[in-house]
């Protein structure tokens, strides 16, 4: 998405961030994954997160810094994902085993981030 910099995998693409951003060409992949939040649409819940660190149990989460980036992007989320004020939206997630989904952390709705942005 030009306006936000989005970028959605192609339907059925089932490799990692790391492997998405090889594909693009991005030079500098570790501080994409360390600076850019990214995350996942499944379910009817969206999750974002930044961060590396493949210990079990780490906490991948978004930063103060990073939630204007998340906020700018809810309507990209709506036009492309169709989420509504009430998705759960949750700002990171806890490490676990590679190939499953990990345990989402800091759960918030739509609603709740988009207000978050009128306060500020």
Known sequence: MPDTGL???PAGFSD???EMLIRLH???VRYAMDNFPRGYFMNGDLCVYT???MTPGAVWEITSEQ???VIKTIPDFRRVFGVTNETSVY???RVGKVGEVWEKIRRTT???LEKQNNVM
């Open 16 to 18: 990692g961030h790391t």
């Open 26 to 28: 991005y030079p500098q």
């Open 110 to 112: 739509i609603k709740t």
């Open 51 to 53: 961060g590396h660190d």
């Open 91 to 93: 700002l990171g997630v």
């Open 67 to 69: 939630i204007d980036t």
């Open 7 to 9: 970028t959605v995998a």
